[in-house]
């Protein structure tokens, strides 16, 4: 029979607070350093036995010395054999998208929290993995060579890369490290989603390559887009690319001029596809708000128009300015659309609620006299997976909707 696990059975007892260990009970994974009673020396990144105040063994936790989330468990029970348990989580990530990742050959392989690894993200772009570590504990070189090992017995990468954010590791007080290659040799490759071409450059771009959250939405505009397409914030192309087959004509905004040379790149990629081989998209290096309030008061009409703007709201105290500004370019893009026409908008905000979005939404076709009907209210792609009891992991939102 299994032995109960006892505190003892780990080296380092971290106690929580009352508050802390309602939170756990509730099934949330975070501990704030305000929340820890004591942490008995605990060491960088160690693997804790966690507590109430009264003693009693609430299951094993990752411990940060130097993060405002000062544990994330990361199992119910001892944890004797931590690459193990790894191991069987890289394992378990990866068959749990087999049955509804299809139509690509890029995709989010672990989700930190979400497959219950947290602190690690691991995306894979056709034959090479991007992988970035968020905490001391996954920082660690016996994590890292777990971790690597089981995703190169997995999924066979011709080479692993690892993308660093100096803010993170500044955070948890690790020291710098340059992003790069950490197996193999190959930088560049080319993916696919739902049957478009785009360039991945390991090493460079924001986040770690493309905004692979977005997949199945960029599915869903297909659907409906069509006519005269605008994409503000295009960054490489995703939506306009995915658009242009069924539209007239495509134009993408950002203010990021590299951004515009890789779409520019993706663009000849896929000019078979395009049934008009003459059709070009056309690519605009510009702020996005001043774009849109030039052309609408200069007249200009589109049938389609993409709204994916970056996160204003970092914080919940930005939520005001966030949807203000949200409010500012969905009530100039709602303007522009002629009846008929589709407005696709997300917000990548945590902080902004949906019924936050949809309510901004509603102010702003009340005030451009539109109405505004919604076809589909959608989120992340289903490998970003969302963990019900842990509101963080749900951050996406995609509305489309129809204007008259
Ligand atoms: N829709 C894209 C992702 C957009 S990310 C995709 O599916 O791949 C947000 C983009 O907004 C980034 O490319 C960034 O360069 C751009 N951006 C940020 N501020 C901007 C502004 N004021 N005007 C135009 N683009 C902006």
Redesign the pocket.
């Known amino acids: 029979m299994p032995r109960k696990p006892t505190a003892s059975d780990s080296s380092f007892i971290v106690k929580v607070s009352p508050r802390g260990a309602s939170r756990l009970k509730d099934g949330h994974v975070w501990v704030y350093r305000s929340d820890i009673v004591s942490a008995d020396g605990a060491t960088p990144g160690s693997v804790v036995a966690v507590t109430d105040h009264r003693g009693q063994f609430l299951g094993s936790a990752l411990y940060s010395s130097s993060s405002q989330i000062a544990i994330r468990m990361i199992s119910h029970d001892v944890v004797a054999d931590l690459p193990a348990l790894l191991r069987q989580r890289v394992a378990d990530a990866i068959s749990y998208r087999q049955p509804f990742v299809h139509d690509t050959n890029a995709y989010r392989v672990i989700f930190s929290e979400a497959d219950f690894l947290p602190g690690l993200i691991v995306d894979r772009y056709s034959d090479i993995l991007s992988l970035q570590i968020l905490t001391q504990a996954m920082d660690s070189e016996i994590v890292r060579s777990t971790v690597i090992a089981e995703l190169t017995e997995r999924l066979h990468p011709s080479s692993i890369v690892e993308r660093v954010d100096p803010r993170v590791r500044q955070l948890e007080e690790l020291p710098p490290r340059a992003s790069g290659l950490l197996q193999g040799e190959k930088t560049s490759t080319v993916f696919n989603m739902n049957a478009v071409q785009f360039k991945f450059e390991a090493l460079e771009g924001?986040k770690t390559g493309?905004?692979l959250d977005?997949r199945e939405n960029?599915a869903a505009a297909v659907q409906y887009a069509h006519g005269e397409a605008l994409?503000?914030?295009?960054?490489?192309?995703?939506?306009a690319l995915h658009v242009a087959p069924g539209c007239a004509q495509v134009c993408g905004?950002?203010?990021?001029r590299p951004?515009l040379e890789v779409a520019e790149q993706n663009a000849a990629l896929n000019h078979a596809q395009l049934k008009d081989k003459d059709k070009e998209i056309e690519w605009i290096e510009?702020?996005?708000?001043?774009?849109l309030k030039d052309y609408s008061s200069s007249g200009q009409r589109y049938d389609t128009i993409?709204l994916?703007?970056?996160a204003f709201a970092k914080s919940k105290r930005d939520l005001d300015a966030a949807l203000r500004g949200y409010k500012e370019l969905n009530l100039r893009a709602l303007k522009m659309l002629r009846p008929g026409g589709i407005l696709v908008t997300?917000s990548?905000s945590y902080h902004v609620s949906f019924s936050e979005f949809i309510g901004m939404l509603a102010d702003a076709a009340r005030d451009a006299r539109r109405n505004l009907r919604l076809i589909e209210a959608r989120g992340q792609a289903k490998d970003h997976p969302i963990l019900l009891n842990i509101p963080e992991t749900a951050y996406l939102k995609c509305v489309v909707a129809s204007v008259t």
Do not use: K, R
């Open positions: 924001q493309a905004f977005q960029y994409d503000a914030f295009c960054y490489q192309g995703g939506f905004v950002d203010s990021s951004a510009a702020n996005a708000f001043d774009l993409i994916d703007p970056p997300c990548c």
